[in-house]
């Protein structure tokens, strides 16, 4: 007999309970927030509008179905099932945050706060949520397959990431390796650069944009759903040991962007979660390219 599907809410803290838990009480946090001339109200009102959602939520859940809940800070430790359906109660990011821990369940999106939120990634209302379970639950359910990078190390530790994948110095120091395509014949560069981000068409309105329209480059950005990532290398520092020739390009499926690390210590961390990434040493490879694993996102 197989299991009933499990209905798993993702969420995080409000900016409201981050105060309580920094101040201890509401009179103090309203307090901290008048002396930087904000009002408590604002906050609170937010907080009560995502309570209330995940509450609706909630209740819209099958009676026969399991449910559970996950904060974003406990993301990589909980364990997802096969017959899972995750919903994100929340903000944009909070899908991208979640997405790196998925194989292939489906994600329903769902908007705390209209008007606040972009709306691409959370585009439904708590309102919504019992049709949307029934229908993520079935095999005929309608979803968007984004695209998603990942980053493979030489030692197996592998990373997902659906907005980007950047690679660089744990802290303000210049990263340096070996960069070049996936192949061995490819001729490789040396680079002494701030990093390397490799995005997909979903992150392709965040910060992969912000480097497109910096470089005004002519390379077309992917839609979400594209098999196709860029890739630019931010800041790289010509020297007579170092090139600036290979500075940003273009994956398809099946092709791969190769990094050597040439310096004691690089990081590697998707979607902006910094505490949950690889990290690499001197001579160790990583290989960049997309996913054979895509988000599967309720529409």
Known sequence: MSLAPRAVLVHRTTEYEDLLARHGTHGQAAFFLSSRGRSIDEVARRHRHTRQALADVAAAVPLQWRQSRVERVDLDRFLFAPEDVVVVVGQDGLVANVAKYLSGQPVVGIDTDPGRNPGVLVRHRPSDAAGLLRAAASPA???????????????????????????????????????????????????????????????????????????????????????????????????????????????????GLRLTVESDRVVVFGDGMETDALDLTWGQTVRLGISATSLRLTV
């Not at 990942?150 to 960069?179: M, S």
């Not at 992917?222 to 273009?250: C, H, I, Q």
Request: avoid cysteine; proline fraction near 10%.
């Open 141 to 255: 359910g309608a979803v968007d397959e984004l695209t998603m990078v990942e980053a493979v190390a030489d030692d197996t530790q592998r990373l997902l990431a659906l907005n980007e994948i950047y690679l660089g110095p744990p802290g303000h120091q210049t990263a340096r390796y070996r960069i070049g395509p996936d192949s061995p014949a490819a001729a490789t560069e040396p680079q002494a650069s701030s990093g390397v981000l490799v995005g997909t068409g979903t992150g392709a309105t965040g910060w992969l944009r912000s480097l497109w329209q910096e470089r005004r480059s002519a390379l077309p950005l992917p839609a979400p759903t594209d098999p196709r990532l860029l890739w630019f290398v931010r800041e790289a520092w010509p020297s007579p040991a170092t090139g600036t020739s290979l500075v940003a390009g273009e994956l398809g499926r099946g092709q």
